[in-house]
């Protein structure tokens, strides 16, 4: 949340990454120990878990005071850094470029997803 959100503090990154442990740990519990049917695979209970962190992150970095703009200033992306990368990425062989890479990996993923689920 902090590399795209100015408002998000460390309180609040603290507290979503704390709900996002417990309640992942009280779904294996519930799941693993107590027996409890849960139907969904714990992998695609993440997305789950990710967003209610990130609410968590919101209401605590609302709820508190602000984070000092300097610092924010440069770990914030912008798309001032995305037209730098791009600019430095020109020449770049597609093998070398981690945009690629990433949009490969990310691929890759949804394919062994689809074939596996």
Avoid at 49 to 77: A, F, R
């Amino acid at each position: 949340m902090g590399l795209f959100w100015k408002r998000s503090n460390g309180k609040g990154a603290f507290w979503g990454l704390l709900s996002g442990l417990f309640v992942a740990a009280a779904i294996m519990v519930a799941k693993y120990l107590a027996g409890a049917a849960i139907p969904v695979h714990f992998l695609l209970l993440a997305p789950v878990v990710m967003v209610l962190s990130i609410l968590v992150n919101v209401v605590v970095s609302l709820s508190t005071g602000q984070p000092d703009p300097d610092k924010v200033e440069k770990n914030t992306w912008t798309v001032k850094i995305w037209k730098e990368e791009s600019a430095e990425l020109k020449g770049v062989a597609w093998y070398r470029n981690f945009r690629v890479l990433s949009a490969l990996l990310v691929a890759g993923c949804f394919v062994m997803y689809f074939l596996f689920f």
